[in-house]
């Protein structure tokens, strides 16, 4: 009787054959791409206040610590943090990859964008990990305060503090106000971040 069944060898060769071509062909397409860039690119016509946030651009990678509701603080690694110019460089999405105390992961989004006709900053937060958005700044609400080599974003429940130290390292703080920013918690979150890329 013959046998049917092909050598192993040869099956392994071939799909290792078959995955050189098809990741030689990957590379390829992304050469011949221009639309697919890793970070973006600035619009030379983007409003001159989206450079605010223009250090958030590449990737970035962390270390933190947080004030936990017991009053203990627990310090975390492997934080990872990307910018890109997005909407045809007119506005920066950032990703912040953590995870939670528990260890579970946690992706939040960030758009921002300053719209030039209304004199104002567009700031919205998705959280993929527990599926909500928060409109932190627009035209009615919330603020984005630039004093030199600090950005804050302002809510009525938060303050984001954004310290860019140079071109390859920056510190970010979050403060709490659970009385519509009357009172705050400060240093709820510190992460120091340093360029990976």
Do not use: C
């Amino acid at each position: 009787m013959m046998n049917t069944m092909p050598n192993t060898k040869y099956v392994v060769l071939g799909a290792v054959v078959l995955l050189i071509a098809w990741g030689g062909r990957a590379v390829e397409m992304a050469q011949v791409d221009p639309s697919r860039t890793t970070y973006g690119e600035r619009n030379p016509s983007a409003p001159k206040e989206l450079a605010a946030f223009s250090f958030l651009i590449g990737k970035w990678q962390g270390t933190g610590r947080a004030r936990l509701p017991d009053g203990t603080v627990a310090e975390f690694g492997g934080v990872s943090w990307i910018g890109r110019y997005v909407l045809d460089g007119t506005a920066i999405a950032d990703e912040l990859h953590a995870a939670y105390p528990d260890g579970r992961p946690f992706l939040g989004i960030s758009l921002r964008h300053y719209d030039a006709s209304r004199k104002a900053w567009i700031v919205e937060h998705l959280n993929v990990s527990e599926s909500f958005l928060r409109k932190q700044v627009n035209g009615s609400s919330g603020s984005v305060e630039v004093d030199g080599a600090d950005v804050r974003v302002v809510t009525e429940g938060s303050r984001e503090h954004y310290h860019v130290v140079d071109q390859d390292q920056w510190v970010y703080r979050m403060d709490l106000s659970t009385d519509g920013g009357r009172t705050w918690n400060e240093g709820q979150v510190e992460m120091n971040f340093r360029r990976s890329e």
